[in-house]
């Protein structure tokens, strides 16, 4: 049996830092504009302020968990946790996502009935208020553009609805200095929040794949086998599982058999071409077991099959 490990330590560690800085330096920025905001919404009377105040206070939470769990993804694998604690930054996802969903549930049992019974808003207060948030989260967007965690994406997607919500803000604000519409500061809350819900319960639906271990979205097992079955020296695969840490890192293993006759070399150059093959794949860890014909399989005494 064969275990490779594809990856550079170093580098992951650097990447893996980088996205854990990102996600603090957006959680203080999140954290200190919530504060403001809750302010703001109860001086201009906006519910649409104070929906995204309860929103963004959510995800300041969220943020801090992700920060706090980003460090510790960061460790190393030990004698607990044989593949490393990545899955740790995929719990920071799912807890990001369950937290929002309740968010929007209180923002929306407090808009429908403030549509119905429309109330004033200080319209002046609004822009103001609006042209800071779309500042402060433009701001975290782009410290955390470009990272590939799963739990960094979650962060910069909560991040980037939040920026055009406040774009949205402004200009319902700039029509109500001049219009006397107050139920367009709930209708707005309201589209803000069901926007933010669809989009969230699309990723609650990702992440409950990556903790069930589920095959990658971008994986291909029949390609792989079919890839690995072109192979010299390879009769059959079978027993091709692939799931992922934490939606960026994969995990592979497959037993390939061959013939009794093949020489040690050619297996080596075999493993090798195998490895060479998935590197391309980001899959970080795998494991190839060898077998010498359909008899040799490991799994028959599990009574499972053995062919492919």
Known sequence: MTHTHN??????????????????????????????????????????????????????????????????????????????????????????????????????TRAIPRLLNPEPTNAKGMVLFAIVGILVNGAAVLRLRGQKGLNARMAALHLMEDALGWLAVLIVSIILLFKDLPFLDPALSIIITTYVLYNVLVNLKKTMGLFLQRVPHEINIHEIEDHLLALEDVQSIHHTHVWSLDGENHVLS??????????????????????????????EHVTVEVEFGEDDCSMKNNNENCSH
């Open 254 to 283: 497959t037993h390939v058999v061959v013939s009794d006759e093949t020489s040690r070399e050619a297996l080596v150059n075999l493993k090798k071409t195998i490895k060479d093959y998935v590197l391309g794949l980001n899959i």
């Open 7 to 108: 990856h550079d330590h170093h580098g992951h560690h650097h990447h893996a830092s980088d996205s854990t800085q990102s996600i603090k330096v957006a959680f203080f920025l999140n954290l200190g504009f919530t504060l403001l905001e809750i302010v703001g919404g109860i001086w201009t009377n906006s519910l649409a302020i104070l929906s995204d105040a309860i929103h963004d206070l959510g995800d300041s939470l969220s943020l801090g968990l992700s920060w706090y769990l980003a460090k510790v993804s960061d460790r190393g694998n030990d004698h607990k946790y044989s593949y490393g604690y990545r899955r740790y930054s995929l719990l920071g996802a799912l807890v990001n996502t369950l937290v929002l969903i309740f968010g929007s549930v209180i923002v929306l």
